[in-house]
């Protein structure tokens, strides 16, 4: 007996999906390419790169720690191919950065150098946690320095014009501006209780 015409659209079959709450983190401190030590779990106390920084989910992955076998490829007359699949952590919990001063997990928190550069540096140590090179890379360019630009990227005297200036008003007050038309009517008074 079903329940409902559409089953997909069913409002009781929603409640089988737990909704995931997460606090957003300000200043994300974990780039691809970081060295890390694993907190919890089978793999607890062992170091791996970072290879994959989801932050919608304040996940990471890490090269070949914390694994899954898959199946992949099965059909009637093969039995398919088991891969291991990396799965994620979490950064609140169950991830460290490590220390390369001496290889050991510590906390990190943002600072600015004299220089006035932002810098992560350790709890432990007090020492500087550069950023990886591979977390620079883009797209376009895997450094910055290999990067030639062509005629059609936009300059940097383009892209600092400021092309808008914010105001209160409405689009209809922006018209009846520019065409020189002033409101004389006095709006009725509202209550919204």
């Known amino acids: 007996m079903k329940c409902c015409s559409k089953p997909k659209l069913c409002s ?19 780039f691809v390419g970081d060295r ?7 793999d607890k106390g062992k170091q791996g790169i970072v290879s994959e920084v989801i932050e919608e989910r304040n996940w990471v992955l890490v090269e070949g720690l914390n694994t899954k ?19 994620p952590l979490l950064i609140n919990r169950e991830v460290a950065l490590v220390d390369p001063a001496d290889m050991l997990s510590t906390k990190v928190e943002w600072r600015y150098t004299e220089d006035g550069e932002k810098v992560r540096v350790s709890h432990r140590t007090g020492r ?3 950023v990886p090179n591979q977390a620079r890379t883009t797209h376009d360019y895997k450094s910055k ?3 030639k630009e062509s005629p059609k990227d936009t300059t940097d005297s383009e892209i600092s014009k400021i092309t808008f200036s914010p105001t ?11 065409e020189g038309i002033e409101e004389t009517r006095i709006p009725n008074k509202t209550y919204w209780y």
Request: aromatic share 14%.
């Open 12 to 30: 009781h079959k929603l409640s089988f999906y737990p909704q995931v709450f997460l606090e957003p983190i300000k200043e994300w401190s974990y």
């Open 36 to 42: 890390v030590e694993i907190l919890s779990g089978p």
């Open 69 to 87: 076998l898959k199946v992949l490829g099965r059909t009637k007359q093969f039995y398919g191919s088991v891969v291991s699949v990396e799965q």
């Open 128 to 130: 500087i946690i550069p």
């Open 145 to 147: 320095t290999t990067y």
């Open 168 to 178: 209160l008003s409405t689009f209809e007050m922006d018209i009846m501006k520019s």
